[in-house]
């Protein structure tokens, strides 16, 4: 397998050839990968090649994320909802609730169908005698909230243990494995972190200040087992309600903080904010569509801070949450987002950042563990962006259109502006490399938060490995 270069995702940007493009889109697969061949073999720039070697690992990705015919599809979601029909399937992707792509002359669904229309189709999920899966979440967040909405500023301390190994039947005895696992990085609202235990192996650490805080293990195993970390940190949430005594408060830590008299990540200088003006290829891109939208959004708004609650609201109100395919397997993210109108949250977290960016507002990615008050711990993505005098504010699209669906305006209101503490940010930072570089293409290559894991001669996508993080 060719080793990875990150900046090579750059290309990603790049159109491929008609050829290509028409059998890919036909469902003709194996044609498209014929032809990438024979481009392979012209007198084209290294750079559409390099697109070229990446569209042949995008065309294997979606055999796998889209493995379900239509009868297999409706026999799959009869298992639990008997009398399901193709008229029900039909319904189904007319609302954008059942991803498909043509493979071989006929649709093929989503590997997660089955979980989309359990948590976004409560007509499908009475039929099968299901309650919704975030009502309890909800509940839980309400009272956090109100907690923070009193106290105006909290903290809490958590414990989390993250763990990667290689499946059982593609080990061997005496492979090198190297594995990444995320760590909580010392920005923004993350604070005294403390690795408690780790791995009994060659260990490298990256710095608290890390954009893409990682650990990294390296070992020969004779055994199969798992690499592990063991970490705790604090978490701070400060509560913004756009007040006037709210803002009256914000200029006066601002102008403390210009004095020099108060230490916080909170500002920064127009030189340090430059870079999250400006696009990110191959996600973070202008597009005449966007741009377009972003005017519309904000059509009728004032200063940075209605525009970027506009295009909020935009977004929480009018995008369908939905759990997606690989996110590499996507060469324009927030432009998928924008067309389609679905998304999960680091989607409609990339689509927030683009149009902040495209009008004028600094803005950017953060990402890494959520559990809402459970015990259950899974990834997550959001956003910030910068608006004065507050310095850098919070995001979060995904829970905040969740909040707007069940009709908790609150909630809804509250995740533009603020976050709940139930997080561990490992990446404050887009599509960012590895400080101990990984040699293949990653399974997840924009972001990390569950890790990764390579032998000497592979990488290991996110199906090949067994990864668990829990509170402990």
């Known amino acids: 397998m060719k080793e990875f270069s990150h900046e090579e995702l750059n290309a990603l940007a790049y159109e491929l050839p008609d050829e290509v493009e028409k059998y890919k889109q036909q469902g003709d697969f194996d044609a498209a990968e014929e032809a990438i061949e024979r481009w392979l073999q012209r007198p ?86 299901k309650e919704d899966p975030d009502a309890e979440e909800r509940e839980l967040l309400s009272e956090e909230i109100h907690r923070i909405k009193k106290e105006k500023h909290i903290s809490g301390r958590f414990r989390l243990r993250a763990s990667i190994s290689l499946r059982e039947d593609l080990f061997y005895p005496g492979i090198r494995l190297k594995a990444h696992l995320p760590l909580p990085a010392e920005l923004h609202q993350t604070s005294d972190v403390k690795l408690l235990a780790h791995s009994d192996c060659r260990v490298s650490l ?171 711990v899974g990834a997550h993505d959001w956003a910030m962006f910068y608006a004065e005098p507050y310095g850098w504010l919070y995001a979060d699209p995904s829970l905040g259109g969740n909040a707007f669906r069940a009709g908790e305006e609150e909630l809804h209101r509250f995740y533009f502006g603020n976050l709940d503490p139930f997080r561990m940010a490992a990446n404050n930072a887009f599509a960012q490399p590895f400080a101990n570089p990984k040699r293949f293409l990653p399974a997840d290559p924009y972001d990390n938060q569950t890790g990764e894991l390579e032998s000497d001669v592979r990488g290991y996508g996110s199906r090949e490995t067994v990864r668990e993080v829990r509170r402990i």
Request: aromatic share 12%; glycine share 4%; proline share 4%.
């Open 44 to 129: 084209v720039a290294e750079a559409l090649k390099v697109r070229l070697r990446l569209e042949k690992e995008i065309l294997k990705g979606l055999r796998e994320d889209f493995p379900y015919t239509k009868e297999q599809a409706i026999a799959l979601v009869r298992e639990q909802a008997p009398d399901f029909d193709e008229a029900d399937l039909a319904r189904l992707d007319e609302a954008g609730l059942a991803e498909w792509i043509f493979l071989d002359g006929e649709k093929h669904y989503i590997h997660n169908l089955l979980r989309n229309i359990t948590r976004m189709d409560p007509e499908i999920r009475s039929r099968m005698h």
């Open 206 to 376: 990256d710095r608290p200040d890390s954009l893409y805080r990682a650990i990294c293990f390296e070992d020969t195993l004779q055994q199969n087992r798992d690499f592990f970390a063991e970490y705790e940190y604090t978490v701070t949430a400060d509560y913004h309600d756009f007040s006037r005594e709210d803002y009256e408060e914000a200029v006066k830590r601002k102008t403390l903080w210009q004095a020099g008299l108060r230490e916080s990540g909170q500002y920064n200088s127009p030189e340090e904010l430059a870079p999250y003006l400006k696009e990110q290829y191959p996600h973070i891109r202008f597009s005449p569509y966007l741009r377009a939208l972003a005017a519309e959004i904000t059509a009728d708004s004032g200063n940075a801070l209605a525009k970027a609650f506009a295009i909020y609201e935009y977004i929480t109100t009018q995008v369908k949450y939905s759990y997606m395919r690989e996110y590499f397997l996507m060469p324009d993210i927030p432009q998928y987002c924008a067309r389609n109108l679905r998304g999960d949250c680091g989607v409609q977290a990339l689509l927030f950042i683009t149009l902040c960016r495209i009008c004028g507002i600094p803005a950017k990615w953060q990402s890494g563990l959520y559990f809402g008050g459970r015990e259950n």
